[in-house]
T-cell receptor, first 113, second 112 residues
């Protein structure tokens, strides 16, 4: 079975632009979470979706938004990019919510110039 | 607010040595604790998951323990190998949901 897949793997944007990151969960997994990892730090929670509904949101500005589709894939959108948004964006999937083991994708490396 | 701390931040050992990585968390009301491995620029691989009711979990050369009351966990790696070189991250899931709170990781280098 395929693992969690994320696209693109690398992305370069300039300040003020918009970006969309995509994630496909493991087959049978209905929950998708997004994390931001700045170089040298641990990942920070951004969003969790389950059955297309938002189940949790971290301490990120409204420039960050996400959604989950009927096939359980997900998109993370970031508007008005700032230099500080440069990071590795990780997607994780699980069967359900509530302390399930998470499986992570390889991430999207976003560079904002 | 839950805070997770990992000590040491970096560790360099010769091949074959047994080693211990430490993780502490401030709020003991956790659902479970996970240890992850991360290679440079890559995603996270789950190594061990310990439920709050458990004391330890083992997988091959890895053993993780959990002392929930004191807010501590350790990851023990036996007979380390150069292929173990990576960053090891500890994360807790709080009882309110599935979000993970991560430490900043321990960067391990095993020298041949």
């Amino acid at each position: 079975d395929a693992g969690v897949t994320q696209s693109p793997t690398h992305l370069i944007k300039t300040r003020g632009q918009h970006v969309t990151l995509r994630c496909s969960p493991i087959s049978g997994h209905k929950s998708v979470s997004w994390y931001q990892q700045v170089l040298g730090q641990g990942p920070q929670f951004i969003f969790q979706y389950y059955e297309k509904e938002e189940r949790g949101r971290g301490n990120f500005p409204d420039r960050f938004s996400a959604r989950q589709f009927p096939n359980y894939s997900s998109e993370l959108n970031v508007n008005a990019l700032l230099l500080g948004d440069s990071a590795l964006y990780l997607c994780a999937s699980s069967r359900r919510v509530g302390g399930e083991k998470l499986f992570f994708g390889s991430g999207t490396q976003l560079s904002v110039l | 607010k839950q805070e997770v701390t990992q000590i040491p931040a970096a560790l360099s050992v010769p091949e074959g040595e047994n080693l211990v990585l430490n993780c502490s968390f401030t709020d003991s009301a956790i659902y479970n604790l996970q240890w992850f491995r991360q290679d440079p620029g890559k995603g996270l691989t789950s190594l061990l998951l310990i439920q709050s009711s458990q004391r330890e979990q083992t997988s091959g050369r890895l053993n993780a323990s959990l002392d929930k009351s004191s807010g501590r966990s350790t990851l023990y790696i036996a007979a380390s190998q150069p292929g173990d070189s990576a960053t090891y991250l500890c994360a807790v899931t709080e009882t309110s949901g599935s979000r993970l709170t991560f430490g900043e990781g321990t960067q391990l280098t095993v020298n041949p």
